[in-house]
């Protein structure tokens, strides 16, 4: 007869089992994909790839106007995003009293972050594109994916200032600093490495992120750089969706080749994010 003892060591063993072996699928998949892509296309990744522009519909040539759209696109998402999302934050954190408005508010900043990428997109057209007059441009892409991004911002930044302890504001304020100098001085840094991590992560999926560009500004292709903000520009999860489903005898090769290169992005931006996230974690430690 089993005692009770040894029945909870048996379903803390099962336990461990299932999430083991849980996290082992997730990896395995997850490694499968990516060593997939690598094999598929780092051979056509060469300079010449990342620093020419596509010709024959993409068949040929490189992916640098994607390249150049991508980055100017996330730069764009950033300076739109961050000033409002965080300032969103730390009132939400800080000033906003506990109440049912509040509460309110609060979901339905996350419910925003389950909205359907596309719906991003079509309210970016009617918004930027068609009301503010925007056009179909740069400007009006990065504000769109800025829309996208301000749900996971100020949700990051809110529980990033949340898990400050109450006792450091306490103690700031029992030496005579008012609540701003109180939120600038001791909850902001150290609250920014979570604000950061949660920004970066945003904006690398707004890297990835096709269905909203795909109406609002993205070109297959354009003679060359934008040169200002009203101009339409290339990007990578744009291109890569033409030259996969759009373009016939396409070569397999840059097909994945194009896939490694926006893996890549979006993998520097979580590598980027983690680095933040650790130095601000040990520089707020000692």
């Known amino acids: 007869m089993n005692s009770p003892r040894s029945s909870r060591q048996f379903s803390q063993r099962a336990a461990f089992g299932l999430l083991g072996l849980a996290t082992i699928v997730v990896i395995a998949i997850v490694s499968f994909i990516i060593i997939y892509?690598?094999?598929?296309?780092?051979?056509?990744?060469?300079?010449?790839f990342l620093t020419q522009p596509p010709t024959e519909a993409g068949k040929a040539g490189g992916i640098f106007p994607a390249l150049i759209g991508t980055f100017l696109l996330m730069l764009g998402t950033v300076l739109f995003s961050l000033p409002i999302g965080v300032?969103?934050?730390i009132y939400l954190s800080e000033y906003a009293k506990d109440n049912r408005i509040t509460r309110i508010i609060n979901l339905a900043i996350l419910n925003l972050a389950g909205v359907p990428s596309i719906v991003y997109g079509l309210f970016g057209l009617g918004l930027f594109v068609m009301?503010?007059?925007?056009?179909?441009?740069?400007?009006?892409?990065?504000?769109?994916?800025a829309c996208q991004a301000l749900a996971m911002v100020v949700t990051t930044s809110r529980e990033a200032m949340l898990a400050v302890p109450r006792e450091y504001r306490e103690g700031s304020l029992a030496i005579g600093a008012t609540r701003w100098q109180t939120i600038r001085h001791v909850v902001l840094p150290q609250a920014w490495s979570g604000i950061l991590t949660g920004v970066i992560l945003a904006i690398s999926r707004a890297a990835g992120e096709t269905a909203p560009i795909l109406v609002v500004g993205a070109a297959f292709l354009v003679p060359g750089l934008p040169q200002s903000l009203f101009d339409r520009f290339m990007a990578l999860p744009y291109h890569l969706y033409t030259v996969a489903a759009h373009v016939p005898?396409?070569?397999k090769g840059t097909m994945w080749g194009v896939a490694l290169v926006l893996l890549g992005v979006v993998l520097a931006f979580n590598i980027a994010s983690a680095v933040i996230r650790s130095r601000s974690g040990r520089r707020s430690h000692s």
């Open 87 to 89: 300032s969103a934050g």
């Open 249 to 251: 005898g396409m070569p």
């Open 37 to 48: 892509i690598i094999a598929n296309g780092a051979g056509v990744i060469d300079w010449a």
């Open 131 to 145: 009301t503010f007059q925007f056009g179909m441009s740069l400007i009006s892409a990065s504000l769109t994916l």
